[in-house]
């Protein structure tokens, strides 16, 4: 069935075979759906069985009366016709639909023959010896009758040469429940099938929320111990710094070139506070001490700081244009994504240059920072933003995760997209605040 296959997508488990559940709900809905339809058809076919039976009980009941008493015979209200023919077809007497004649081709080679049309059957019965058994019949006369081919000698003589009941019967309640019957039986169906998606979608948004709960336990775990970590590396990097501040000291009035050589000591120690202090703001997740500022200078002073490597700064907002956050962790969350522009630019052989843009969109402001790197691969285009991952040899992972959860924390949010002609964009879309708002 074309949508089993549709669900046994949507059932698939993250290792790309369908689970447990998944299987289970096709095993049920195979077996309901085969149980359903086996009772359709069965149902149907019996209906067919009895509507034959009801057509034959029709044919000999209508005979049965015109050979006791003709005069009172009566029509049931789903018969359309009625006659009784000779052998070689002629009506010997018709009623309502009944033909004059009936054709070679229409004379049962049996017992009889019942032809199915759209909206009645007709069956004609060959009569046995007990069709004959009455010496006469006398004519029908009533409403709606034809007597042929009239009455006294000739009608005895053809009376003794009746071969064949002809009746017409109309469908209209067996096609209403036969309508009805495959109707229920596809709605059922439907429902089966709607169900089954519904247990294949529940089952992998399970496995999903399965699989996240998983790594949010391990990322509660790394926390921590990132935590721990961050705390006990801040104690032995200050006593570093000082050691190294006094052998500088030292150095410089005996040694005053191997002085020098502190320096890289020191870079290193600066690296290693601001990691631990990142892995720490990180973890905190605080807001900061947000205010309400004009974000247009505040983009002007932050391009100024970087000269000639920030192309432009376009900023096409209007100079009143405020937003509510914390100054330095926007900062912060800017010279992260400028310091991973220039890494973008040395990794692809350019100048260490980007592009700065701030632009209006209704109730926000988009500010752009973009590079002219090799950009960012498909397959880890969603990864970028967790914790702890990175492509670089001496990254920490933890830039762009923190950047993105302090612009949440202002309200905003932060993304990426491909940049034409080569190179990645990421977005930090901050809300504008109302000057008349008084925040």
Same mark, same amino acid.
């Given at each position: 069935?074309?949508g089993l296959?549709?669900y046994?997508?949507c059932?698939?488990a993250?290792?790309?075979?369908?689970?447990?559940?998944a299987i289970?709900?096709?095993?049920a809905?195979?077996?309901s759906?085969?149980l359903?339809?086996?009772?359709v058809?069965?149902?149907s076919?019996?209906?067919g069985?009895?509507?034959?039976?009801?057509?034959?009980?029709?044919?000999s009941?209508?005979?049965e $009366?015109?050979?006791?008493?003709p005069?009172?015979?009566?029509?049931?209200?789903?018969?359309m016709?009625?006659g009784?023919?000779?052998a070689?077809?002629?009506?010997?007497?018709?009623d309502?639909?009944?033909?004059?004649?009936?054709?070679?081709?229409?004379l049962? &080679?049996g017992?009889y023959?019942l $032809?199915i049309?759209?909206?009645?059957?007709?069956? #004609?019965r060959?009569?046995?010896a007990?069709?004959?058994?009455?010496?006469?019949?006398?004519?029908m006369?009533?409403?709606?009758?034809? &007597?042929?081919?009239g009455?006294?000698?000739?009608w005895t &003589?053809?009376?003794g040469?009746?071969?064949y #009941?002809w009746?017409?019967?109309?469908?209209?309640?067996f096609?209403?429940e036969?309508?009805?019957?495959?109707?229920?039986?596809a709605?059922?169906?439907?429902?089966l099938g709607?169900?089954a998606?519904?247990?294949a979608?529940l089952?992998a948004?399970?496995?999903?929320?399965?699989a996240?709960?998983a790594?949010d336990r391990?990322l509660?775990?790394?926390?921590?111990?990132?935590?721990?970590?961050?705390?006990?590396?801040k104690?032995p990097?200050?006593?570093?710094r000082?050691?190294?501040a006094l #052998?500088?000291?030292?150095?410089?009035?005996?040694?005053?070139?191997a002085?020098?050589g502190?320096?890289?000591i020191?870079?290193?120690?600066?690296?290693l506070?601001?990691l631990?202090?990142?892995?720490g703001?990180f973890?905190?997740?605080?807001?900061?001490?947000?205010?309400t500022?004009?974000?247009g200078p505040?983009?002007?002073?932050?391009?100024?700081?970087?000269?000639?490597?920030?192309?432009?700064p376009?900023?096409?907002i209007?100079?009143?244009?405020?937003?509510?956050a914390?100054?330095?962790?926007l900062?912060g969350?800017?010279d992260?994504?400028v310091?991973n522009?220039?890494d973008?630019?040395?990794?692809a052989?350019?100048?260490?240059?980007?592009?700065?843009?701030?632009?209006r969109?209704r109730?926000?402001?988009e500010?752009?920072v973009?590079?002219?790197?090799?950009?960012i691969?498909p397959d880890i285009a969603?990864?970028?933003?967790?914790?702890?991952?990175t492509?670089?040899a001496?990254g920490?992972?933890i830039?762009?995760a923190l950047?993105?959860r302090q612009?949440?924390?202002?309200?905003?949010?932060?993304?990426?997209?491909a940049?034409?002609g080569?190179?990645?964009w990421f977005?930090?879309?901050?809300?504008?605040v109302d000057?008349?708002?008084?925040d």
């Amino acid at each position: 069935m074309p949508g089993l296959w549709g669900y046994t997508v949507c059932m698939r488990a993250p290792s790309g075979r369908p689970g447990f559940p998944a299987i289970a709900a096709i095993a049920a809905l195979l077996l309901s759906l085969s149980l359903v339809w086996a009772f359709v058809f069965r149902e149907s076919a019996s209906m067919g069985v009895e509507l034959e039976y009801e057509i034959y009980r029709n044919a000999s009941a209508m005979l049965e $009366n015109a050979w006791q008493d003709p005069e009172s015979a009566t029509i049931d209200p789903d018969v359309m016709g009625f006659g009784i023919y000779d052998a070689l077809g002629e009506a010997a007497f018709r009623d309502g639909s009944a033909p004059l004649r009936i054709a070679s081709a229409e004379l049962p &080679q049996g017992a009889y023959r019942l $032809n199915i049309r759209p909206d009645s059957a007709v069956l #004609v019965r060959a009569l046995g010896a007990e069709a004959t058994r009455s010496g006469m019949m006398r004519p029908m006369m009533g409403r709606g009758r034809a &007597q042929v081919p009239g009455t006294g000698e000739a009608w005895t &003589q053809l009376s003794g040469a009746a071969r064949y #009941v002809w009746i017409e019967y109309a469908l209209g309640a067996f096609r209403i429940e036969r309508t009805a019957l495959f109707g229920g039986a596809a709605l059922l169906t439907l429902a089966l099938g709607a169900g089954a998606a519904l247990v294949a979608r529940l089952a992998a948004r399970n496995r999903e929320l399965a699989a996240r709960a998983a790594r949010d336990r391990e990322l509660v775990q790394l926390g921590e111990a990132a935590r721990t970590l961050a705390h006990e590396i801040k104690n032995p990097l200050g006593v570093i710094r000082v050691q190294s501040a006094l #052998v500088r000291r030292r150095l410089k009035e005996t040694l005053p070139d191997a002085a020098e050589g502190l320096t890289l000591i020191d870079e290193e120690t600066a690296r290693l506070s601001d990691l631990a202090d990142r892995i720490g703001a990180f973890l905190r997740g605080d807001e900061g001490s947000p205010e309400t500022f004009a974000l247009g200078p505040f983009l002007e002073d932050f391009a100024r700081r970087y000269g000639a490597a920030c192309e432009g700064p376009e900023i096409f907002i209007d100079p009143d244009a405020r937003v509510r956050a914390d100054r330095e962790r926007l900062r912060g969350i800017l010279d992260n994504l400028v310091a991973n522009a220039f890494d973008a630019a040395v990794e692809a052989g350019r100048e260490r240059e980007f592009t700065l843009v701030a632009v209006r969109k209704r109730r926000w402001i988009e500010v752009r920072v973009g590079d002219r790197g090799a950009g960012i691969a498909p397959d880890i285009a969603e990864r970028v933003f967790e914790p702890f991952f990175t492509t670089k040899a001496r990254g920490s992972g933890i830039g762009l995760a923190l950047a993105r959860r302090q612009a949440a924390g202002a309200g905003g949010t932060l993304r990426h997209e491909a940049r034409e002609g080569g190179g990645t964009w990421f977005m930090l879309e901050l809300p504008l605040v109302d000057p008349g708002s008084g925040d």
